[in-house]
């Protein structure tokens, strides 16, 4: 007897029977909705682009962006690993280079997550492939391949044999090649995402919450299938059932029509008939991933998980260039109290900086003077001199 699944759900499994399905795993004593994607940890982004402007918003709805081309579209079988596969899809469509998910899912594992779980994190995807490089599928074929009828646990193990055999890991990090220049956080408004999409030579990478509604849908009475290749649009933000609970999925973005979102899936071509469809609520997440055109500027040198000061000096307008002002600069910057600036601009006590510091100050219920005193300083000091 399998525990906790219903008639209903046994019927919604029925129907996917034939068909190389990645969602269910009817196992006893075991939830069958594989997770892929949980929750990024929170980071500083690598880059901040100018904000858009509320005019923007009114350029929509038009359409754009462009989808991924029904090649670039992998299977992920019956393991989750939508956040790497996802990214590969990216960098193939984009590309035309095919590089392997399972190398990029075994980078995460090792050295990000550091552990053998299902689930990992959109942010880590990207920050294994920023610092690492992908490695050419055709190369780590030589050494594994997936089998499409292998749970999490078999996958994952033969995964970790290769990932603790440090000659063989040395030899093919060496063989990695960079790809993504750069990435951002660009937060979850549609507009935020519209604008990112319309960059069709980079790509955007989200997670959304994920349930029953992503396969299923009732159309007058009639029980339809995404898996079978009917479109089932718009996908409907889930609700938690006791046997069919919220979960994560991890999914390029690569079009907009009319205002809408459409998502490109990364279980199969089958998804939706042709691996992408409308959707109607946002993500948690989405990250820009930089190919081509990264502009280095906006880069800072230290992230805020890293950034540690002890604030002393007193500061106010001033045309001299002062390290001790760009480093308030870089506070400024982590609480959302100013714009990024370029390298050129930092240390330089300006009407920017001015602006800035008046908004941290009333922030923090400081009297908005826009001169750093023993107030600021200890506020300042309370927040980065841990």
């Not at 690569?254 to 490109?264: E, I, Q, R």
Request: net charge neutral.
């Amino acid at each position: 007897m399998l525990a906790g699944v219903d008639f209903f759900n046994l019927l919604c499994a029925t129907l996917l029977t034939g068909f190389n399905n990645p969602i269910y795993m009817l196992e006893t004593n075991k939830n069958y909705l594989i997770h892929g994607a949980i929750e990024s940890p929170k980071d500083s982004r690598t880059i901040k682009e100018p904000k858009v402007s509320l005019l923007a918003y009114f350029t929509f709805p038009k359409d754009g962006g462009r989808e991924i081309k029904p090649e670039c579209i992998l299977d992920q079988n019956r393991v989750g690993i939508c956040t790497s596969i996802s990214l590969v899809e990216l960098i193939f469509d984009r590309t035309s280079k095919r590089f392997s998910e399972d190398f990029q899912y075994l980078i995460q594992k090792k050295y990000y997550d550091k552990g053998w779980f299902e689930g990992s994190s959109v942010f880590n995807a990207i920050k294994a492939g920023y610092d690492v490089g992908f490695l050419p599928k055709e190369i780590f074929d030589q050494y594994f391949q997936r089998d499409p009828n292998e749970n999490y646990d078999s996958y994952s193990s033969r995964l970790k044999q290769i990932a603790d055999n440090e000659t063989l890991m040395k030899e093919l990090l060496a063989k990695c090649e960079k790809v993504i220049q750069g990435y951002t956080n660009i937060g979850t408004s549609l507009v935020a995402l519209a604008k990112a999409i319309d960059d069709t030579e980079n790509g955007v990478l989200a997670r959304y919450t994920c349930g029953w509604s992503w396969f299923y849908k009732y159309v007058n009475g009639i029980l339809h299938n995404c898996w079978n290749g009917e479109s089932i649009e718009p996908i409907t933000e889930p609700v938690a059932t006791p046997t069919f609970p919220i979960t994560g999925h991890a999914v390029p973005m690569p079009v907009y029509k009319m205002a809408a979102l459409y998502v490109g899936n990364t279980w199969s071509k089958l998804w939706c008939a042709d691996g992408h469809s409308k959707i109607d609520y946002l993500p948690t997440e989405a990250y820009k991933v930089y190919f081509k055109n990264f502009n280095d500027q906006w880069k800072l040198p230290v992230k805020k998980s890293e950034f540690k000061h002890k604030f002393t000096m007193q500061m106010g307008l001033n045309s001299k260039y002062r390290y001790e002002t760009e480093l308030l600069q870089y506070a400024l910057i982590f609480e959302d109290c100013m714009e990024w600036i370029t390298p050129e601009q930092r240390g330089y006590f300006g009407l920017k900086t001015v602006s800035g510091v008046r908004k941290f100050q009333m922030k923090y219920g400081i009297t908005p003077t826009g001169y750093v005193g023993v107030k600021t300083l200890a506020k300042l000091n309370e927040l980065y001199n841990k």
